[in-house]
Structure formats: C-alpha cells, structure tokens
C-alpha cells in the first residue's frame, strides 16, 4: 500500500508561475507564501498575519485571490499561480497602481501588493460596482490609510478601465 | 483570532507527509492504512491548526480536488452537494441561489472572498466550530450527511453529527462525501441573524430561521442557533411551541423558550450571560425578519427549501 501512494516527505512541484512553467522541491509542510518568498524569491508577496485575515499575501490561484500563506506549497502542483509583481505590468494593473498613488491610498505600502492582487481580480471578473468591490476587499487590511483613499482609488479605477 | 502575535505564524513549525490521492477511493485507503492521518480540503482552518500545533498529524490527505467531492446537483427532491465544494461555488452556483437562498445569503457573508475561494462546505462542517455558519441553514434545512469509507457509505442527520467542540460522529476512516438537502414544496420565508464583532470575525450568536405563516399564525417553523451550546442546536421545543400561534405571540414565546434549549458558555469571544441575552433578542428578530420574507416571496420559487 505504501509504495503505491509514494511516501511523500519532499517532492517537486510543477505549476505556473505568472505564465512560466516553474519546478520546485517543496516539503509538505511549506505554504506556497514560504516557497514564493524563500526559494523563488517572489518577494512582492507578503506576510503578514500567517493566518488568513489580514490578505497582504493575496495571490491569484487559477485566476481567484486566496491566501497564500493557508494554502499548502505541494497542493499548487498542477495549479497557475500569479503574484503582485506580474500584476504590476499589465495594464489594469497601472490604472490600479496610479490610481492608488494619486489618491493617498498607500502609505507605508505593506498592504497594497494584496490590495492590487484583490482589485485586479475583482476588475478582470467584471466586478464594476463600487459596493461589489468593497465587498471583495473585507477580506484585506490596510493599518494606515483608513481606506476612504482606497475607494476613492477603486472609484477612480472603475472610472478607468471598462 | 487568539493571540495572533504569540507564535510566528510565517511557518508551519511541524512536520508531516502530504498526499493527493488521485479519488476517493485511494483518499479512503490512504486514511485506512496511516495511523493519525487527517483530511485537508481548502485548510483554511487545518493549516491555522497547523500553525498553532493544535492537531499535530503524521499526514495529510488532501481532498480538495476530488471529483467525487465536487458537484453539486439536484434531482428536483434532494439537492446534494459535495463535500469540497468551496463557499465561492456556492456563492455563485445558480441552484443554491433559486432553491436555498438562506444557505447562499450565509456562505456569502463567510469570510472574505480569498478565504471563501478555498474554504469548503465539508471543511466548516467537519471543523465541528459551534460557530460554524453554514450549520445552522443546514440544520433547519433538516440537511442528511453521506458519510464514505471502505465499509461502506453511511447516512447521518446533520443534527446527530456533532457531540461537541471540535467533536463528530465520523469514525476512523470516514471522510465526508455530500450534504443532501431535502427539497419542500413549500416556500419558506428565512433569516440568519449573526451578532460578532465584526462580519468577517467568528459569531458570538447566530440564529438561522425558516418560517411558514397562514394568516398571520405560524403554520411551520424551524429555528437552529450557533455558538450558544457546545454544538450547533436545533430549537424543536421551541419550534413545537410556537407552531400555531400568530407571529406576535410566537415572537414573543420563542424568545422566552429560547433560553432553555442553549446553554453557552463564557470564552475570549463574549460571555455565557451576554449570549443568552443576545440569543432571546436575535430569536425574535429573526423569527419576524423571515416572516417578513414569507410575505415577499409570494408565489415564487416553488421548488425552494
Ligand atoms: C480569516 C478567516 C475567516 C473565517 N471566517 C469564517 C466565517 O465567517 N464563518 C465560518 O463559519 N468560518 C469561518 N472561517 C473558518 C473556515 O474558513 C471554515 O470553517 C471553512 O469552511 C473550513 O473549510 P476548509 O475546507 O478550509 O477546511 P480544512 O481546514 O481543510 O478542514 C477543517 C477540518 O475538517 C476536516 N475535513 C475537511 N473536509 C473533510 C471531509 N470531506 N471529510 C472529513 N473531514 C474533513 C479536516 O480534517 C479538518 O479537521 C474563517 C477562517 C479564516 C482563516
Ligand atoms: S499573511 Fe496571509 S492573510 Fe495575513
Ligand atoms: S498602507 Fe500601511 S498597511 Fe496599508
């Protein structure tokens, strides 16, 4: 029986990372937050609270926002995973970015990789409702700006992008 | 979230063996065959565990993408869905919008959108939390639980399924595979009803309601409660009593009765004393919230629960 299912103590992962096909050798009790950060050196990612409330290290999963720090590294074999930086080329990436900028919306910035993962996704869904898009943000926390100047922001973004 | 700061919550400071078995079959052996072997579906509670070394397991079995765990379907009298079906699906899956709309007014309200992407029906099931949200709608939704394993399929009422904190009926070897939902031909009003310190926090109370009226007098009633017992609770004393009487009365008894059906308790999240107070007001509330529904739903939605 044991041979059969293959003792899994360490073992390499295949998935997408921002459109590159990416091999890895995780341990089972790696989170794809410790592998993006520690061994593909994806810093944009980041940490926060370890424990799925705060979403600074929202990731794109198959193209929905998780936390990456509760999902298990050896789960994403298979999966595309896309992070903040790639993001931050694309074009409704840059809306998002420069209306962030112009509005106030980052300060000390810790939070706003995962805000732009989250609002990205919420655009590129079709999400075009401003109650809609703070609706999806609950699950991302921002200690600085009080998040008036993030949906000022998400309202200039809405305004931006079709 | 206790003591968020206490440990470094980066890592996973243990080690254990992972697998994703190819079906539910080879998840069932594989759970046979490894002592202290545990379940992962979306981990949004599991790797929390993890973390905090509150379950310390030689091995996971990752069902998360089992197709056996993935559907959710209706035959016009069940409808059944899969155990790995995540909340987001359920957010957005048509059949839970038209036939069960408390269920999908309450897993929209879990979490946020990156925690409902990966958490699971049978994972907030499973997880036994008193303050598990989707278990009270399922519990007036008198929902049947499929249990799996190598000996055999098994079927559970959802109100014998929890014996208390953290605690089930599953055995060794039994992995949850559906939630069948009878479906009524009757329509139902509905309300949940969830006091906490925040949406997003766990709740201090939730109340799920589903309500028949004829002329204002109550002709069906189902109550169920979270985070006032050890388990999840199903109010029957308090639904048997009420049953018959106009909405006024019935609002009013339910939010005496009440209190004799729970029995809280004081924790980091509020107190025994709050919670039954809390638990007589939420009961009434909800109790006309859904009648308030029933008046609106008219004739619709025949072949909702
Ligand atoms: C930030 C945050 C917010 C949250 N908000 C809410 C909320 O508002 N309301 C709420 O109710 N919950 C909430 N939760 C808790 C959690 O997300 C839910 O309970 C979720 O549904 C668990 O599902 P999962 O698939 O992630 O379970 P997992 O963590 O994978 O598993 C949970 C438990 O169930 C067992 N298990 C899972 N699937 C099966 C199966 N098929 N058969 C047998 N055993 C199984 C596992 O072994 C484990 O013990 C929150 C969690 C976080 C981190
Ligand atoms: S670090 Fe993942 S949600 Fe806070
Ligand atoms: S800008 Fe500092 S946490 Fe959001």
């Not at chain 1, 980041?46 to 298990?72: A, F, R």
């Not at chain 2, 939390?129 to 009270?136: E, G, K, L």
């Not at chain 2, 729970?262 to 859904?290: E, F, G, H, Q």
């Amino acid at each position: 029986m044991r041979d059969f299912f293959k003792w899994v103590t360490k073992m390499k992962i295949k998935f997408k990372l921002n459109g590159v096909v990416t091999e890895v050798e995780v341990e089972p009790h790696e989170t794809l937050l410790n592998v993006l950060r520690d061994k593909l050196k994806v810093k944009s990612v980041k940490y926060g609270c370890g424990v799925g409330e705060c979403g600074s290290c929202t990731v794109l999963l198959n193209g929905k926002p998780v936390t990456s720090c509760l999902v298990l590294a050896a789960k994403v074999d298979g999966y595309e995973v896309v992070t903040p930086d790639y993001i931050a080329q694309t074009h409704v990436g840059k809306i998002i970015i420069d209306a962030m900028l112009e509005e106030g919306a980052i300060q000390c910035g810790y939070c706003t990789p995962g805000f732009l993962t989250t609002i990205y996704a919420a655009i590129t869904k079709g999400i075009r409702n401003i109650e809609d898009v703070k609706r999806a943000l609950i699950g991302n926390i921002c200690r600085c700006t009080g998040y008036i100047n993030v949906l000022k922001a998400v309202k200039k973004i809405l305004s931006e992008t079709k | 979230m206790l003591a968020i700061n206490s440990v470094n919550t980066y890592r996973i400071p243990q080690k254990f063996e992972y697998y994703k078995p190819r079906d539910l079959r080879e998840a069932l052996e594989l759970l046979n065959s490894i002592e202290d072997a545990k379940i992962v579906a979306g981990g949004t509670d599991l790797v929390v565990d993890l973390k905090y070394r509150r379950v310390v397991p030689k091995a996971l079995i990752d069902v998360s993408e089992l197709s056996e765990l993935r559907f959710i379907r209706t035959d016009g009298n069940y409808i059944e869905i899969g155990s790995a079906v995540t909340m987001q699906e359920l957010v957005e899956s048509e059949i839970v919008k038209k036939s069960l709309p408390l269920l999908a007014e309450v897993v929209e309200s879990i979490g946020s959108w990156q925690i409902r992407n990966l958490a699971t029906i049978g994972g907030n099931i499973c997880n036994a939390s008193p303050a598990a949200d989707s278990v009270p709608p399922l519990l007036t939704y008198d929902a049947e639980l499929e249990l799996a394993s190598l000996n055999g399929p098994r079927t559970v009422s959802i109100e014998k399924f929890f014996t208390g904190p953290k605690k089930t009926v599953l055995e060794r070897g039994e992995i949850l595979r559906s939630i069948k939902i009878p479906l009524s031909q009757q329509k139902f009003g509905w309300s949940y009803v969830k006091i906490g310190r925040t949406s997003f926090d766990l709740a201090k109370v939730s109340v799920a309601v589903l309500l028949r009226a004829e002329d204002g007098i109550v002709s069906e009633v189902r109550i169920a409660l979270g985070s006032v017992a050890p388990t999840p609770v199903r109010a029957r004393t308090t639904e048997k009593s009420i049953t018959g009487m106009s909405l006024e009365r019935a609002a009013v008894r339910a939010s005496e009765l009440i209190v004799s059906e729970i029995a809280p308790i004081d924790d980091v999240r509020s107190t025994a004393w709050y919670r039954s107070r809390v638990a007589k007001i939420l009961v009434r509330d909800a109790i006309w919230k859904a009648y308030e529904r029933f008046l609106q739903v008219g004739d619709k939605n025949e072949d909702q629960v």
